[in-house]
């Protein structure tokens, strides 16, 4: 007589015997001799879909090419150069580790400042805020230095667009 999984009593099968004791000392060495395998755990999907895109890639034919998203309108590269302004002397005294972060992070300020521009209803006050606190990354500046900087650009922004929308009529 047996019991199956759930605790029931299974008349069905016989009694299994009992394996022989086995001493804790052969435990531990056993434990050490054999390779312990794990179970093959199921790919992340992102794996899965890598693998299925990679097959149909190779069976489909491209319809269109997708153009790159770095290449940088008009736009983006006068914003830049708002940016940039008189702060090349700045740049230069920084640490090259310094000189990285202030240009990422100018560059990604410089999207930012595209896609708000672009809009309809321009928020200069966002648009100082992100200047102000991309200016912050400088060491030792002092904070109404950072303050006119950006009130400054934001100025020579706000007139680019006026600008910009005038060749567009």
Not at 128 to 136: A, P, Q, S, Y
Request: net charge positive; proline share 7%.
């Amino acid at each position: 007589m047996a019991f199956n999984l759930l605790g029931k009593f299974n008349k069905q099968e016989t009694p299994q015997a009992m394996p022989a004791p086995v001493s804790q000392e052969k435990i531990l060495d056993s434990a050490f001799e054999t390779p312990i395998v794990s179970p093959e755990l199921p790919k992340p999907l992102g794996e899965e879909k890598a693998a299925e895109a990679a097959a149909l890639s190779q069976t489909a034919t491209p319809v269109a090419t997708v153009k790159p998203i770095t290449a940088k309108t008009q736009l983006h590269r006068e914003i830049e150069g708002i940016l940039e302004g008189d702060l090349g002397p700045v740049y230069q005294a920084m640490r090259p580790e310094k000189q990285v972060e202030f240009r990422l992070a100018g560059e990604a300020a410089a999207g930012k400042i595209v896609i708000l521009l672009r809009q309809t209803k321009i928020k200069i006050g966002q648009i100082f805020k992100i200047i102000f606190n991309w200016l912050k990354i400088i060491p030792g500046a002092n904070k109404f230095f950072l303050e006119q900087e950006a009130k400054i650009r934001s100025d020579r922004l706000l007139m680019l667009k006026r600008r910009y929308d005038k060749s567009q009529k």
